[in-house]
């Protein structure tokens, strides 16, 4: 212990002596721009935008996809964006729609009804639980289908029952049962439950998480997803003998055009190179993701308004997209003919505007792929949502973890606000970035009981909460945005100090993994994996100069680290 507070105290003194050889140290910077942004984001944008899409069960196409793009263009213009086509090159703020034909229709759901015959008291009401209906079910007659419900457990019971002409309840997921039930066996439909532990179904039991079937244009197939309350109604019955139900569905089922919404700041130096903010629109809750819309939104109208008052100028380009979750961000990418410029970072929001207090998620930043993504230990956890463990040839060196890490922790310092981590997962608009080998990080909460369900709305999403993320992910933005050889030096610093406590905290935990039978061979292994991932993060500041004014830098940085790897090491 003596060893690790001689090195801590060399850490406090080298970062102070290292943080003085710049003109300002990185939090004197990220705090001109928090006294910028804290008064303007004031989370009433956010909010009210918010409450606009979480009206509408939100599919690529539809009614309600395509409201909320015009409501955000119409937004954006307000603010003094100007449509491309329109736009002269003096115009600095910029938008515009992209279309694109769909290869299968788009869907949306207008109302439904189950009911055991029999009973007076539906099963379950469209008005009340609006994720009943399968994503891409057909509609029934206006009068419903009336039919005996068989119960099937797994894939074996189809065996010994005939499902021909009945319709099919199991508890397992509709992608397993539509085959076997719909397309074999003839079913006339589906009803399912398989909420999630983490939904915490027998407290939350109106819940109803959305599903989703294959669309077959000549497949009319159609299914019901319970909630935990139905499911014990409908199982009940069945107990007691035989049991008819009626299903009514109506729906759409149309073609349409896929829209993504571009909004562009170009940069007054280097508009070649640019930051990517990306919120997808689809999905059919408020959380999940009319928070990262609407927080989205008010950061792009706050930038307009800095810039056209003259107190933000930015070096570099700003691009806000809004689209289908993860391909409209692929797409952005793929499509170099169709941007100006190249892409330096990437940033997502979803599901960024939680009140925690009610969902019981906590606000995340999921790391780009680090070592914790191949040894979860010691205060890094995964997410109830899950990820698989990574590989040495997966990870993504990258100051960005820790350097929006570091803005976070300032933002809820200054805002009493809880700021975690999570090891790499995917699953969001962040993937693009890092497939493309591009540095992207993911903004988002959880566990949150509510996640893809009917009960996520309007009263629990948290105002304040989505004040609290645009603001540190808009002073994020800037500060790369208008970064330059000394804020890579002032990065390297920060990464220095970072890498050093990271490593400490391996080595402890690398001891008592020792001391519990763990191999020598594999905590060094750990340790030199941490060590190697952040020697190759202090050469990535390199994306903020385009000289060689930093390599000096680089390279002592990275000697120093390992030096103080190696020490390390002969204590383990």
């Not at 099937?152 to 002409?165: L, P, R, S, T, W």
């Not at 992207?440 to 993320?469: A, C, P």
């Not at 000394?486 to 935990?509: C, H, P, S, W, Y």
Request: with cysteine.
């Amino acid at each position: 212990m003596k060893y690790l507070q001689f090195v801590a105290i060399f850490i406090v003194i080298s970062s102070t002596i290292s943080a003085c050889s710049q003109e300002k140290d990185l939090n004197s910077v990220t705090d001109a721009y928090f006294d910028m942004v804290t008064p303007e984001f004031k989370g009433d944008v956010a909010m009210e935008t918010t409450a606009f899409v979480e009206q509408f069960w939100r599919v690529a196409g539809n009614t309600g996809f395509n409201k909320t793009v015009y409501r955000i263009t119409e937004k954006l213009e307000t603010a003094g964006y100007i449509e491309e086509s329109k736009a002269t090159d003096k115009d600095m703020l910029t938008y515009r729609i992209e279309k694109r034909s769909m290869e299968r229709p788009t869907w949306e759901p207008v109302d439904a009804s189950l009911s055991i015959v029999g009973e007076e008291t539906p099963l379950l009401q469209y008005k009340t639980n609006r994720n009943m209906i399968y994503q891409y079910a057909s509609s029934t007659l206006s009068e419903g289908i009336t039919a005996e419900v068989v119960y099937i457990k797994d894939e074996n019971d189809f065996i010994k029952n005939d499902v021909k002409g009945k319709i099919v309840f199991s508890e397992m997921s509709g992608y397993r049962l539509y085959n076997p039930a719909i397309v074999k066996g003839g079913a006339l439909g589906i009803i399912t439950y398989n909420n999630p532990a983490y939904l915490q179904p027998e407290k939350n039991v109106t819940s109803i998480q959305f599903r989703s079937i294959p669309y077959d244009e000549e497949v009319k197939a159609w299914g019901i997803a319970l909630s935990y309350e139905a499911k014990e109604r409908l199982k009940k019955a069945l107990s007691e003998g035989s049991v008819n139900v009626n299903a009514t569905i109506k729906t759409k089922i149309y073609p349409s055009e896929e829209l993504t919404v571009v909004a562009t700041v170009r940069g007054a130096e280097l508009p070649k190179e640019s930051l990517v903010l990306s919120a997808h629109i689809q999905e059919p809750g408020a959380n999940d993701n009319a928070t990262g819309v609407g927080t989205q939104l008010e950061m792009a109208l706050i930038t307009a308004n800095l810039i056209k008052n003259k107190k933000v100028n930015l070096k570099r380009t700003l691009t806000f997209l809004w689209g289908d979750e993860i391909i409209s961000t692929r797409r952005y990418i793929k499509e170099k003919e169709k941007r100006t410029s190249d892409i330096n970072w990437g940033i997502s929001l979803d599901m960024v505007g939680e009140n925690t207090s009610v969902t019981g998620g906590t606000f995340l930043i999921e790391k780009m792929p680090d070592p914790s993504a191949i040894w979860t230990r010691g205060n890094d956890k995964h997410s109830e949502w899950g990820g698989e463990q990574m590989k040495l040839e997966d990870m993504r060196p990258h100051y960005l973890n820790d350097f929006i890490i570091n803005v976070f922790q300032n933002q809820g310092k200054r805002a009493n606000w809880e700021v975690r981590t999570n090891p790499f997962e995917g699953g969001s608009d962040h993937t693009p970035f890092l497939n493309a080998d591009l540095p992207g990080i993911l903004l988002w909460h959880f566990t949150d009981q509510f996640y893809h369900t009917d009960n996520d709305r309007i009263d629990k999403v948290s105002q304040e909460t989505m004040r609290n993320v645009g603001t540190a992910a808009l002073v994020s933005a800037y500060t790369l945005l208008n970064s330059n050889e000394v804020t890579a030096g002032q990065i390297l610093d920060e990464i220095m100090a970072v890498a050093k406590n990271r490593l400490i905290i391996e080595f402890e935990l690398s001891k008592s993994a020792i001391v519990s039978g763990e191999s020598k061979e594999s905590q060094i292994e750990i340790l030199n994996t941490w060590s190697d991932w952040y020697v190759k993060t202090f050469a990535t500041t390199k994306d903020m100069v385009s000289d060689s004014s930093i390599d000096d830098e680089i390279t002592q940085s990275q000697e120093v680290l390992q030096a103080f790897t190696d020490d390390l090491l002969k204590q383990l």
